[in-house]
C-alpha cells in the first residue's frame, strides 16, 4: 500500500507567481490535512479536507491560499502571488475514520518551496 | 484554541540510555495524543499514539504516558541507538471535525556512541 505522495519535492518560484502543490492519499483515505513547516520550527496546520468539502480552514491565510480535494484527483493547495515569507516545508497527511473516531494521520514526504 | 509546550528542546544521551521527553497541552478537550519522528529532509513519521481513556502505551523500545489531569504526556525510548537520532514532535487534537493536530516545538535528540 503506498503512502501519502506529494509532488513536487522541491518547487521554485519568483516573487508574484502561483505554486501550486500536490497530495494523493493513502488508498482508502478520505480526510486530507495540510500543515506548514518553517527551518527550525514545528509543524502549523492550514487546512483539513474531505472529497469535496473544506470541513476546517481556521490555519490558512485569508488571502492567496487556497485549497480543493476534487472527487477524483489529488488535494490540491493553491498559493498565489508568493511571497518570500511563504518559502517552508508544506505537509500533506491523510488519515480515514477509526473505530473510536480518531483520526491517525501520516504524512507525505512534504513539498519545499523557495520563493526568490 | 490549543496550545503545546515540548521539552527538552535538544537532547543528548549515550547509546544504551534512556531518553525521555516531555509536553503539555492547554485544552481539556483534546482526546488523541501522537509522537512523530522527523528525520531530515523527510515527512514525521508516527511513531505511537495514545488515546485519553488510556494513562500508558507501549511498543518496544518506545512508550508513552499520558496525566489527564495534569494534562502532561511523555515519551520514553529505552535502549536508545544511533538511528534513534531525529526530531521528535508531539502533538494534541480532539476527534470528529475538530481533529487537527497541534504540534510542540520539537525536540532535536541525538544518541552518541
Known amino acids: 500500500n503506498a503512502g501519502v505522495m506529494q509532488n513536487p519535492r522541491h518547487l521554485v518560484r519568483r516573487r508574484g507567481q502561483e505554486a501550486r502543490l500536490r497530495c494523493s492519499p493513502m488508498?482508502?483515505?478520505?480526510?486530507v490535512y495540510w500543515y506548514r513547516q518553517l527551518p527550525e520550527e514545528g509543524l502549523k496546520f492550514m487546512v483539513y479536507?474531505?472529497?469535496?468539502?473544506?470541513?476546517?480552514e481556521s490555519g490558512m491565510p485569508k488571502e492567496r491560499f487556497s485549497a480543493e480535494f476534487p472527487k477524483e484527483g489529488p488535494s490540491i493547495l493553491r498559493i498565489q502571488q508568493v511571497v518570500r515569507g511563504d518559502s517552508a516545508a508544506y505537509f500533506c497527511?491523510?488519515?480515514?475514520?477509526?473505530?473510536?473516531?480518531?483520526?491517525?494521520?501520516?504524512f507525505g514526504p512534504g513539498t519545499r518551496l523557495t520563493v526568490t | 484554541g490549543e496550545n503545546v509546550e515540548q521539552h527538552p528542546s535538544t537532547l543528548s544521551v549515550q547509546e544504551g540510555d534512556s531518553a525521555v521527553i516531555k509536553c503539555t497541552y492547554s485544552?481539556?478537550?483534546?482526546?488523541?495524543f501522537p509522537w512523530y519522528k522527523q528525520e531530515l529532509g523527510k515527512g514525521p513519521q508516527l511513531i505511537i499514539d495514545i488515546r485519553s481513556n488510556v494513562g500508558e502505551k507501549k511498543d518496544q523500545r518506545i512508550a508513552v504516558t499520558l496525566n489527564k489531569t495534569a494534562k502532561h504526556f511523555s515519551l520514553h525510548i529505552t535502549e536508545t541507538q544511533p538511528e534513534d537520532s531525529a526530531v521528535y514532535f508531539c502533538a494534541a487534537s480532539r476527534t470528529g471535525t475538530a481533529s487537527k493536530l497541534t504540534f510542540g516545538t520539537g525536540t532535536r535528540l541525538q544518541v552518541t556512541l
Open positions: 485544552d481539556s478537550a483534546s482526546n488523541y
Open positions: 488508498k482508502g483515505h478520505s480526510h
Open positions: 497527511a491523510s488519515a480515514v475514520a477509526g473505530g473510536l473516531g480518531t483520526y491517525e494521520q501520516y
Open positions: 479536507l474531505q472529497k469535496e468539502n473544506i470541513i476546517d
